[in-house]
């Protein structure tokens, strides 16, 4: 997990199903799931296009640094056994701001980043736990992925690779002999509950000679959302909405950096024939260039209709900012 304030690009997916079923002691409105497909011998980004239940919500009554406070939810009870929490506002100015919860009072939760400036009592917000090896893979690997036969990494499996929050990744892979998930390099440790928050964008590396589709369920979150970029990096991350969201109607015109195709910030979507097409916002330059979304190296084409598929990379040329998604117009009303 990103250590500052953390939340992804509020786009799309390449989403087979949205069915309208809402859990029965949650707000979300709407579930469903969404395939992806690990390309043969080939690493390939993915992402996780809906996110867990919500555990808890309410409405905030105080706050500090760090801590937030509903005297109305008993947190001991309502989130008890659960682990990788993550707390999001969902109303106000800044709603879908996020960060992950580091500690659990009866009515107070402890979070990793300051909301303080970003909330205010009379705000409501939902708690989730982020999604795990298991809760994606399953806890015996029921999406398929080609296992090791070894209890340690011997270089035959697929491997997915997960965001560590301080800018590397863990290796993890499904280990028959072991009966379970490890993680390159730590031995017999189970690496099951290894936590995938809703702004981490998945590489898996593919080992086989066939493609494999997996399935990845949850719910639908409408709230906009934040994420961290800085200058000079190129950031993978997941697209966090379902089919609809485009280039044009993802509102990312008006927080990226806008130019020519070197000096623009670049959206990077990942491709059919496993490479990339680079798009970016072209400022006006009459007679030749209109302003818009473009394709690096398409020249003036209008590229806004663009469709994301599941995770994308973000390459920032801008400052380092926190960078505001906004749902496409398709969950207006939700």
Same mark, same amino acid.
């Given at each position: ?18 069915? @309208? ?15 992806? #497909? %690990? ?34 939810? $008993? ?20 709603? !879908? ?24 009592? !009379? ?19 029921? %999406? ?16 997915? +690779?997960?965001? $560590?929050?301080?800018? @590397? +990744? ?26 995938? +928050? ?16 997996? =399935? ?15 200058? @000079? ?9 379902? =089919?609809?969201?485009?280039? %044009?109607?993802?509102?990312?015109? =008006? ?25 970016? +916002? %072209? ?45 496409? #117009? ?5």
């Amino acid at each position: 997990m990103n250590k500052s304030l953390f939340l992804i690009g509020t786009m799309v997916a390449a989403v087979t199903n949205l069915m @309208g079923q809402a859990p029965s002691t949650v707000p979300s409105k709407l579930a469903g799931f969404h395939k992806v #497909t %690990a390309r043969a011998w080939s690493t390939t980004l993915v992402g996780v296009n809906f996110v867990r239940p919500v555990l808890a919500s309410g409405k905030l009554d105080a706050e500090a640094a760090n801590n937030l406070t509903d005297n109305n939810v $008993d947190f001991n009870v309502a989130l008890a056994g659960q682990s990788n929490l993550w707390l999001e506002i969902t109303s106000g100015t800044n709603k !879908g701001i996020a960060s992950p919860i580091t500690a659990i009072a009866q009515r107070v939760l402890t979070t990793e980043d300051d909301l303080s400036g970003f909330s205010a009592p !009379g705000d409501t917000y939902e708690v989730r736990a982020a999604h795990t090896i298991t809760s994606l893979f399953g806890a015996t690997n029921s %999406a398929g992925l080609k296992p090791c036969p070894t209890a340690t990494w011997n270089g035959s499996a697929d491997l997915v +690779y997960v965001p $560590d929050g301080a800018g @590397g +990744y863990k290796y993890v892979f499904y280990s028959t002999a072991a009966a379970g998930w490890r993680e390159v390099n730590s031995g017999a440790a189970d690496a099951a509950g290894t936590p995938v +928050y809703h702004v981490d964008g998945l590489w898996i590396t593919r080992n086989d000679f066939t493609n494999l589709t997996i =399935t990845f369920t949850g719910s639908l979150r409408t709230t906009p959302t934040f994420f961290p970029v800085a200058n @000079g990096t190129n950031l993978p991350l997941n697209t966090v909405y379902p =089919t609809g969201s485009t280039l %044009a109607n993802s509102g990312l015109s =008006t927080q990226v950096l806008q130019g020519t195709e070197t000096t623009a910030d670049i959206v990077w979507l990942p491709n059919a024939t496993g490479g990339w097409d680079q798009y970016y +916002y %072209a400022t006006a330059s009459p007679p030749s260039v209109t302003a818009g979304w473009k394709q690096v190296g398409q020249g003036d084409v209008d590229k806004g209709s663009t469709v994301f598929p599941s995770a994308f990379s973000f390459e920032r040329r801008g400052v380092t900012a926190n960078v505001k998604m906004v749902p496409n #117009t398709i969950y207006n009303g939700l």
